[in-house]
């Protein structure tokens, strides 16, 4: 199968989720079909980036758009019905370059990778044409409100509108489009999405075998892109509200905030005793091996969250709030500890660090969950039966009310 596959950022390092993914999936398409990949590129690329990613590329197409001017883009479009987002990554070059190259001849699927590269897909005239949406953006911005300064409201529920009726747009110009959890499902058919199927991903196989040698003294982690902003609201909460009450009752214990580009406010959370922020680290495989537990306070995130599903695949046990497990599929007290607050979650985090041999067993079993339901072939498949099903079919030509 010769997939084409669009791209916003391209997947190296793959340093956060949009990335992981892709750099994930591409790995697993190659091992069985030609893929050729079109991204944008800043000029901000690892030297050794494209060579990682062209192991699994048969052909890698790129066009430049500067940071500058993706800003001046998104900012000069907020009068605009399209979201700044997409705005963002708006290039004629890549309209141009996806037109004249991706034809129904010379591709058998085509895969665009969020709402950022939509457009440029939907304008295409292929009838095999998948949207990855994962997560529901509109409900990510939802959620994040309330987390928001007074001055930001105004902009995220502008954000939110626009999210949600080009999404439902969108949706109309491809054969299917993917969410990633069952939440983010209901509320896409909730704002008029259609053609939508559930399909979940995987994780880096290598964690199944990663084997934990802890010891004292206790050892918790956070990990996730520091930049990002419900992460950072995530590792500031850890260290500043929950983390005091988990030293009050083990005064010995260490938290440590993992990930790249840590902004100047998580940066600061090293002040809390206890805690460090290490930045990106050069094998999170040694991170996990030394792990006691993953402490993931995530308040206004949405879809599947690859930090917790890698800790959980390593066998690490994790606390996190309510809304990220439910996204997993996985249940309190069975795989996994949850809470909501900064008291009950610093509760957790001491509970499975003295009772090990529980918080082993829920770790274990959230293993097992992982293994059976989170597997990259999941996409494989899907996407073979799109490019199968669709060759028979007329392709998809419903016009976009925006243009």
């Avoid at 260290?239 to 083990?250: F, S």
């Avoid at 006691?292 to 599947?304: E, N, Q, W």
């Avoid at 072939?377 to 799109?386: A, D, F, G, M, S």
């Amino acid at each position: 199968m010769r997939v084409a596959f669009l791209t916003s950022r391209f997947p190296y390092p793959p340093n956060r989720g949009d990335r992981l993914t892709v750099f994930n999936l591409l790995g697993a398409l190659s091992r069985t079909h030609q893929v050729t990949l079109f991204s944008f590129v800043d000029g901000r690329e690892q030297p050794e980036a494209f060579e990682q990613v062209a192991r699994s590329c048969a052909r890698i197409e790129t066009v430049h758009l500067s940071r500058p001017r993706s800003w001046a883009q998104a900012w000069s479009g907020l009068p605009l019905s399209r979201p700044s987002q997409v705005s963002f990554y708006g290039s004629r070059n890549m309209r141009s370059l996806v037109a004249r190259e991706v034809t129904p001849e010379r591709f058998d699927v085509v895969f665009a990778h969020l709402i950022r590269m939509a457009p440029y897909a939907a304008e295409l005239d292929h009838p095999a044409k998948i949207l990855w949406l994962a997560d529901s953006l509109g409900l990510a911005l939802g959620r994040s409100k309330a987390f928001a300064p007074w001055w930001r409201k105004p902009g995220v529920t502008w954000e939110r509108r626009r999210v949600d009726r080009f999404t439902a747009r969108m949706s109309r110009r491809f054969r299917e489009s993917w969410a990633i959890s069952l939440g983010d499902l209901g509320d896409l058919e909730r704002i008029g999405c259609v053609n939508l199927a559930l399909v979940t991903h995987g994780v880096d196989e290598r964690l199944y075998a990663v084997r934990r040698g802890t010891g004292p003294p206790s050892h918790v982690v956070f990990l996730g892109n520091l930049s990002v902003p419900h992460n950072v609201d995530a590792a500031c909460f850890a260290a500043r509200e929950v983390w005091p009450a988990v030293r009050a009752v083990l005064p010995e214990a260490r938290l440590s905030l993992v990930g790249a580009d840590p902004v100047p406010a998580v940066q600061r959370a090293q002040e809390v005793h206890g805690v460090t922020v290490t930045g990106p680290l050069p094998d999170l495989l040694d991170m996990w091996a030394g792990a006691d537990v993953m402490l993931a306070p995530l308040r206004f995130s949405t879809g599947i969250q690859n930090k917790v599903l890698e800790a959980m695949a390593a066998g690490v046990p994790v606390v996190t709030t309510p809304s990220v497990a439910e996204a997993l599929g996985v249940r309190d007290r069975e795989h996994l500890l949850t809470a909501r607050d900064a008291g009950t979650l610093a509760a957790a985090v001491v509970e499975s660090l003295r009772d090990r041999e529980a918080a082993r067993a829920m770790a274990q079993r959230a293993r097992e969950h992982v293994r059976t339901h989170f597997n990259w072939e999941t996409i494989v498949r899907r996407l073979e039966h799109v490019a199968v099903r669709t060759r028979a079919i007329p392709p998809v030509t419903s016009p976009d009310p925006a243009g």
